[in-house]
Nanobody
C-alpha cells in the first residue's frame, strides 16, 4: 500500500520561497510517477507539476513554469516541490499524488493518480 505524506507548507510573503516535501512509503519508489496538485478555496483542484517514474522527466502547469521545480531524491523516498517567486494566487492546499501504473506518462489528470497525501496549506501574502 502506497502512503504519501506532505510537509513544508506555511505562510510566506509574495516573492518568497517554500519547499514542499512528499515522503512516500510502500511500493518501489523509483517506479512511481508523482505529481503535485493544488486547490484554492472555491476552486477546483488543479495540476501543478509531475515527475515521471525511473528517469525523472518533468512537466509543469503554465502558471508555475519557471518558478516551481519538482525533483526526486530516491535515497529518501521523497519528491520535492521548490516554489520560488511566490504570488498570492499560489495560495492553496497542495497535495502530492502517486501513480504506480506503467502506462501513463506525465499525466496532468488527477484521476490518473490513485494515491494521495493529506495536503499542506500554502499561504502567500501580498
Amino acid at each position: 500500500q502506497v502512503r504519501l505524506v506532505e510537509s513544508g507548507g506555511g505562510l510566506v510573503q509574495a516573492g518568497g520561497s517554500l519547499r514542499l516535501s512528499c515522503e512516500a512509503s510502500g511500493g518501489t519508489f523509483p517506479s512511481y510517477a508523482v505529481a503535485w496538485f493544488r486547490q484554492a478555496p472555491g476552486k477546483e483542484r488543479e495540476f501543478v507539476a509531475t515527475i515521471s517514474r525511473n528517469y525523472g522527466a518533468t512537466h509543469y502547469a503554465d502558471s508555475v513554469k519557471g518558478r516551481f521545480t519538482i525533483s526526486r531524491d530516491v535515497a529518501k523516498n521523497t519528491v520535492y516541490l521548490q516554489m520560488d517567486s511566490l504570488k498570492p494566487e499560489d495560495t492553496a492546499v497542495y497535495y502530492c499524488a502517486g501513480d504506480t501504473g506503467q502506462y501513463r506518462y506525465l499525466s496532468t489528470l488527477s484521476n490518473d493518480y490513485p494515491y494521495w497525501g493529506q495536503g499542506t496549506q500554502v499561504t502567500v501574502s501580498s
